[in-house]
């Protein structure tokens, strides 16, 4: 399937109707495409020079010579093994057959050495890997760079035409914003020069940006000399006026693009020239399974969720794990993109998690109109509700959850959901759940229920995030009857489409901004804090919540209660003693008593690396000083023996007293050796 937006950028010179957005993250292959360019020939001959010599030094070390000599030993040694075997089930129940356990004994001795003959070249041939391994990548660099050359000269080429003619569209855009800065009053200064000839001076640039989708210009404004700054502005004109809103939408005719003003924080001022034909430079259209290829699969944990396309072009994502992301508060008017970003939010957060770390629950008011694409989901904790009437129960059904899980958080000194589930077993783990509240105009009814609804809301969203319970709640229809202040200050995530007035965009992100948005379906605003930024929502189809919800009821099957109502009693804290770190560092660590190596082994369930320090000090006090007593675990005994700078757990082996059999050369218990002890390294 075509990325959609990973095609091309305006041409140069060329504006386009089309507005795509370009990934931050490339494909591997084209990432790797893209740090080959032509060879000169001078850097052709030095790596052809850099080639021979690493040939030269691994054909005088002998390493090919090397390399087929382990495979003959390797060959050897599994005739030796197969012989041996035979040999072995010959003897069977016999024990009298001297000639037979002879032959045996020279089988092994021979494959010993076989072994041990193996060992030693594959040590010699791991000490000229590194070598021979920098001389396969030359090779490589050689051959393809051999194998795409006119590719790679004709990109070069494109590359250069398309620098310079970038260069040319932004002095082309230059002269027009000089030229009606020159042509408008109170932007630049006439006078006459010594020799009394009339001269025109107009503010210019310093330097300017240049990007695929727009232009920077650092206006001239002060210049640092040997003596202090010196204004650079002529005389009687001022920052002000040059960036009034009238000379922008005079620079904004004339170019042909919007046009923008940024201060930096250090007082620059830059004059931003969108290369988008869209009014704010973001793209029109994006669709959300695309997007999905740049999940953020490092913060899988932390249920992250996608916000769309801000600024550059970039992807912004956000999780509900992060205290200032919890609740989302989501305005707009009809037909502005709300339950579309709602749909999409629940889909990223179910399309990448199983029911046993999300579940879902849905507060339809719309009838359930909205909510019937998910009824089948496996995620489900509990029917959608479609009535004001069933809205009740649910919200108390939702703080009965609250209370039950402070509970346990409590018990085990545990603040939030990642900690709890760090610290408890797997079965005792609880997962996050997310409250979708759509349409909250059907809550301000007069009487007690209203009431009563939103004091639970309330009470929901100030105390249940910190125990994995995040909400979204969405309304077009924003006013303080509906978002009463106190619910919106636990709102952390505000997000609003365009509004129809001032007073509505106030109520949802207090701020003006969300009247001002163009009318284009998903474009939208974020508010965090006292900060916004608009950003383009993507598109999630009906046929993708479709796919969502069929790969989750193939891969999980039917909805299952929640295990949490069925443990009633108190978690226990999972205690990381002596005994629990000896036996995970034994059946997955090959005994390496390592805190650092445990901690990110167990990633989330690790109690801390300092946790695991204090134990495997304790581990080393058990045996002495100087290490020499053994440590007893499970009725076995363990040494600890010291390779390089790690520290292992070794089992003692108990000596056996001598029978019989060694007095008569019986080699009868040595039947296994061969397989467990002679092997080749690969």
């Known amino acids: 399937m075509s990325f959609q937006f990973d095609t091309d950028v305006p041409d140069p010179l060329h504006f386009l109707t089309k507005t795509d957005i370009h990934p931050d993250n490339r494909a591997l292959v084209e990432e790797r495409l893209a740090r080959f360019d032509a060879l000169t020939w001078i850097e052709r001959f030095r790596l052809k020079r850099l080639a021979w010599r690493l040939y030269r030094s691994l054909r005088q070390t002998g390493f090919w010579r090397m390399l087929h000599e382990r495979k003959k030993l390797a060959a050897e040694y599994q005739q030796i093994k197969a012989a041996y075997i035979t040999r072995r089930d010959q003897l069977g129940g016999s024990s009298n057959d001297e000639k037979l356990r002879l032959e045996m004994k020279t089988l092994y001795e021979r494959g010993a050495a076989a072994s041990r003959a193996g060992r030693a070249v594959a040590d010699r041939i791991d000490e000229l890997r590194e070598t021979a391994n920098r001389y396969g990548h030359v090779l490589d660099h050689l051959e393809f760079e051999s194998k ?100 922008l939408e005079n620079l904004m005719a004339a170019v042909g693009r919007q046009i923008e003003v940024e201060r930096s924080d250090v007082g620059q001022i830059w004059i931003k020239v969108n290369r988008l034909d869209s009014p704010d430079g973001l793209p029109k259209l994006m669709y959300w399974r695309e997007l999905m290829q740049y999940y953020p699969v490092q913060d899988h944990s932390h249920v992250p969720y996608i ?90 059904f939702i703080d009965d959850l609250k209370t039950k899980r402070m509970k346990r958080f409590k018990a ?12 408890v077993d797997a079965k005792e783990r609880l997962p996050r759940i997310l409250v979708v509240v759509d349409e909250m105009n059907t809550f301000i009814a007069p009487g007690q229920p209203t009431g009563d609804i939103h004091s639970l809301i309330l009470l929901i969203s100030s105390q249940a995030r910190a125990v994995g319970i995040n909400m979204i709640l969405a309304t077009q229809h924003p006013s303080v009857q509906v978002i009463p202040g106190i619910i919106k200050t636990q709102m952390n995530v505000r997000v609003s489409g365009a509004m129809p007035s001032d007073s509505a965009s106030m109520v949802i992100l207090d701020s003006t901004i969300a009247s001002e948005l163009p009318e284009i379906a998903g474009r939208m605003v974020i508010g965090r804090g006292n900060k916004y930024r608009q950003f383009q929502a993507p598109l999630i189809t009906d046929d993708d919540i479709a796919d969502v919800v069929a790969k989750a009821c193939k891969e999980y099957g039917e909805a299952i209660p929640l295990k949490e109502l069925e443990l009633d009693e108190l978690p226990a804290m999972k205690v990381w003693d002596v005994t629990a770190f000896i036996d995970y560092v034994l059946e997955n660590m090959d005994g390496h008593l390592s805190a650092q190596k445990a901690h990110e082994r167990l990633g989330i369930q690790s109690p801390g690396e300092h946790a695991f320090k204090k134990v495997v000090k304790r581990i080393q006090d058990r045996a002495g000083e100087n290490l020499e007593f053994p440590i007893k675990h499970r009725g076995k005994d363990y040494k600890i023996i010291r390779l390089k700078r790690a520290y292992y757990l070794h089992p003692v082996q108990v000596d056996q007293p001598d029978t019989d059999n060694s007095q008569t050369g019986d080699t009868s218990t040595s039947d296994n050796d061969l397989t467990e002890t002679m092997e080749l390294t690969a």
């Not at 206006?219 to 009238?246: H, I």
Request: proline share 4%; with cysteine; charged share 30%.
């Open 412 to 423: 085990i000194k545990a603040k939030t959901l990642e900690e709890y589930n760090r610290k």
């Open 148 to 247: 795409h050359r006119r590719e790679l000269i004709r990109r070069a080429r494109d590359e250069k035409r398309i620098r310079a003619q970038m260069r040319q569209e932004s002095k082309w855009i230059e002269e027009l914003i000089r030229d009606e800065w020159r042509r408008t009053n109170g932007c630049h200064w006439r006078g006459t020069d010594r020799n009394g000839r009339e001269i025109t001076r107009t503010p210019y640039f310093h330097r300017a940006a240049i990007s695929a989708d727009s232009h920077w210009y650092l206006l001239a404004t002060s210049q640092r000399t040997m003596f202090g700054y010196r204004a650079l502005l002529p005389p009687n004109v001022y920052v002000s006026k040059l960036v009034s809103e009238d000379i």
């Open 307 to 396: 916000i769309g396309a801000v600024q550059n072009r970039k992807l912004e994502w956000l999780n509900f794990s992060d205290s200032t992301a919890t609740n989302l508060l989501i305005g707009g008017a009809p037909g502005t993109g709300k339950s579309n970003f709602v749909n999409q939010v629940v889909a990223t957060a179910v399309s990448t998690h199983s029911p046993d770390e999300l579940r879902l629950i849905i507060v339809d008011q719309k009838g359930g109109m909205e909510g019937s694409h998910w009824e089948e989901i496996p995620h489900l904790a509990m029917e959608i509700t479609e009535t004001p009437d069933q809205s009740l129960p649910a919200f108390q």
